[in-house]
């Protein structure tokens, strides 16, 4: 040790002048703080994704066919707003960065945002039957299922301090519909969006409906570690243009200021 001093010092002695130099200065405890403050990483995305069929088996089955997840490919979602949204319509989900820190507390955060506020971010969920299968029988639950959207942010944020992932999200839906055949029943033209949203007087910023959830893990009645969700509050405005009983429309409805809170699951196989 008493050797490696020496050294160490004439190293430093022979690199000051280089340092010089090079224009280099010492970095102070304000310096290295802004620099810490400043990780973090941005992605800006376009995607589509397409699957043929999603099969979920215990004893039987539910298949899902012909999933697209995508942009809706339309500018003229919620005419009344009076701009076109989106300002571009394509097949992608795009117009989107996503946003990556973790918090000087180890707090994952990630943040989906549009590019630009004035053009939220549209998006399609389009499927065909749902079917459930049993060795001999089968029944289709669903078909058709097509929903058409806008979101405006989604926040997701694991709390080290409590192991808990936070969902939130603002979104709108500007058209939904589906057919359930083996009730002979439909749905068409149904929207949700904010429980404050007013169509006769739009506000963009009022446009989209609220959930805000919290899942992880806790005991179920019998004490076992299950997967737990929390709905801290959903609230929206909900209208179906028409439903359908045997091909016939029987009416629509309209559900105001829907909202609901302190709802608690706990999921677990048996």
Same mark, same amino acid.
């Given at each position: 040790?008493?050797?490696?001093?020496?050294?160490?010092?004439?190293?430093?002695?022979?690199?000051?002048?280089?340092?010089?130099?090079?224009?280099?200065?010492?970095?102070?405890?304000?310096?290295?703080?802004?620099?810490?403050?400043?990780?973090?990483?941005?992605?800006?995305?376009?995607?589509?994704?397409?699957?043929?069929?999603?099969?979920?088996?215990?004893?039987?089955?539910?298949?899902?066919?012909?999933?697209?997840?995508?942009?809706?490919?339309?500018?003229?979602?919620?005419?009344?707003?009076?701009?076109?949204?989106?300002?571009?319509? /394509?097949? +992608? *989900? $795009? #117009?989107?960065? &996503?946003?990556?820190?973790?918090? !000087?507390?180890?707090?994952? @955060?990630?943040?989906?945002?549009?590019?630009?506020?004035?053009?939220?971010?549209?998006?399609?969920?389009?499927?065909?039957?749902?079917?459930?299968?049993?060795?001999?029988?089968? /029944?289709? +639950? *669903? $078909? #058709?299922?097509? &929903?058409?959207?806008?979101?405006? !942010?989604?926040?997701?944020? @694991?709390?080290?301090?409590?192991?808990?992932?936070?969902?939130?999200?603002?979104?709108?839906?500007?058209?939904?519909?589906?057919?359930?055949?083996?009730?002979?029943?439909?749905?068409?033209?149904?929207?949700?969006?904010?429980?404050?949203?007013?169509?006769?007087?739009?506000?963009?910023?009022?446009?989209?409906?609220?959930?805000?959830?919290?899942?992880?893990?806790?005991?179920?009645?019998?004490?076992?570690?299950?997967?737990?969700?929390?709905?801290?509050?959903?609230?929206?405005?909900?209208?179906?243009?028409?439903?359908?009983?045997?091909?016939?429309?029987?009416?629509?409805?309209?559900?105001?200021?829907?909202?609901?809170?302190?709802?608690?699951?706990?999921?677990?196989?048996?």
């Amino acid at each position: 040790m008493k050797r490696l001093k020496p050294t160490l010092l004439a190293l430093g002695i022979a690199a000051a002048p280089l340092a010089a130099q090079a224009g280099m200065k010492p970095l102070d405890d304000q310096i290295m703080g802004d620099i810490t403050g400043q990780a973090g990483v941005t992605i800006e995305l376009e995607a589509q994704v397409t699957i043929g069929e999603f099969i979920y088996t215990d004893e039987g089955s539910l298949g899902i066919k012909d999933i697209f997840i995508g942009g809706a490919n339309r500018d003229d979602m919620f005419p009344e707003i009076g701009f076109a949204i989106p300002n571009q319509a /394509t097949d +992608l *989900l $795009d #117009n989107m960065k &996503i946003d990556i820190d973790i918090n !000087a507390d180890g707090d994952l @955060v990630i943040q989906v945002l549009p590019l630009g506020f004035a053009s939220p971010v549209d998006f399609a969920v389009r499927t065909g039957e749902w079917e459930l299968r049993g060795h001999s029988d089968s /029944t289709v +639950l *669903l $078909d #058709n299922l097509n &929903i058409e959207g806008v979101f405006g !942010a989604l926040k997701l944020q @694991v709390d080290t301090s409590t192991d808990t992932l936070n969902i939130e999200t603002r979104f709108a839906i500007d058209d939904m519909s589906m057919d359930i055949p083996f009730l002979a029943m439909g749905i068409r033209d149904m929207r949700i969006t904010g429980a404050d949203y007013d169509p006769s007087n739009p506000n963009l910023v009022r446009l989209f409906a609220l959930a805000d959830l919290d899942i992880y893990k806790a005991p179920n009645a019998a004490g076992v570690d299950s997967l737990a969700v929390d709905i801290n509050t959903f609230s929206a405005d909900i209208t179906i243009g028409s439903v359908l009983v045997g091909g016939t429309s029987i009416g629509s409805i309209f559900i105001d200021d829907l909202v609901i809170s302190n709802t608690s699951m706990r999921i677990y196989g048996h």
